[in-house]
C-alpha cells in the first residue's frame, strides 16, 4: 500500500512537471513570436512616419556600395565634374552683363547649395545608422530571449532526466523487495 502511494506521489509529480514544461514551451514560442512581430511593427511604423528618409536612405546605401566599385568611381567623377561645370556655365551665363562679381556671387550660391545637399544626406545617413543600431537592438533582445529559451530547456531536460531516474530507481527497488519475498516465500514453501 505505501508503495502504492509512492507510485501515484511520483506519477502525479510527472504530470505536473509535463504540463508546466509544456506551458513554459508555450510562454517561450509566444514572447519570440510577439518580439518579432514587435521588431516588424516598429520598421513598418518608421516607415510610414518617414517615407523620404527610407528612400533616400536606400538611394545613399545605392550610392555608397557604387562608389566603393572602381566603375562606380570613375562615373561619380565625371558626374560630379559635369555638375561642376553645369553650375559653372549657369553662374556664367546669369552673370553675363557683370563681371567677375557676379561670376564668384554664382559660385557661392553652388557652394551654399552643395553644402545643404550635404548636410541633408549627412542627416539621412544619421537617421539610417540609428535604425540600423535599434534593429541590432531587437535582434540582440531577440538573442538573449534564445539564449533563456535554450537555458530553460535544459533544465527542463535535466529535470526530465533525473524524473525517469528516480522512476528507474524505485521500480528497481520494487523488483528487489518482490524478488526477495518470493525466494522468502519459496525458502518457507520448501522447509515446510
Do not use: C, F
Request: no cysteine; net charge positive; charged share 30%.
Amino acid at each position: 500500500m505505501n508503495d502504492k502511494a509512492a507510485l501515484t506521489t511520483i506519477d502525479k509529480r510527472d504530470a505536473l512537471r509535463a504540463k508546466i514544461e509544456a506551458s513554459e514551451r508555450r510562454n517561450a514560442e509566444r514572447t519570440l513570436a510577439d518580439q518579432a512581430r514587435e521588431a516588424a511593427e516598429a520598421a513598418t511604423e518608421y516607415t510610414r512616419a518617414h517615407p523620404l528618409t527610407v528612400i533616400g536612405g536606400a538611394v545613399v546605401i545605392g550610392l555608397l556600395v557604387g562608389l566603393a566599385t572602381r566603375p562606380g568611381r570613375r562615373v561619380a567623377t565625371r558626374a560630379a565634374g559635369a555638375v561642376g561645370t553645369a553650375a559653372s556655365g549657369a553662374a556664367s551665363s546669369a552673370a553675363a552683363g557683370v563681371k567677375g562679381v557676379a561670376a564668384r556671387g554664382g559660385t557661392q550660391l553652388g557652394t551654399l547649395i552643395g553644402d545643404a545637399a550635404l548636410a541633408w544626406i549627412m542627416k539621412l545617413v544619421d537617421e539610417l545608422l540609428e535604425t540600423a543600431r535599434a534593429g541590432q537592438d531587437k535582434v540582440e533582445d531577440l538573442g538573449d530571449d534564445a539564449g533563456s529559451a535554450a537555458r530553460r530547456v535544459r533544465r527542463d531536460a535535466t529535470q526530465v532526466v533525473e524524473a525517469a531516474t528516480d522512476s528507474a530507481r524505485h521500480t528497481a527497488r520494487k523488483a528487489r523487495r518482490k524478488a526477495t519475498r518470493a525466494v522468502r516465500d519459496t525458502v518457507s514453501k520448501i522447509k515446510s
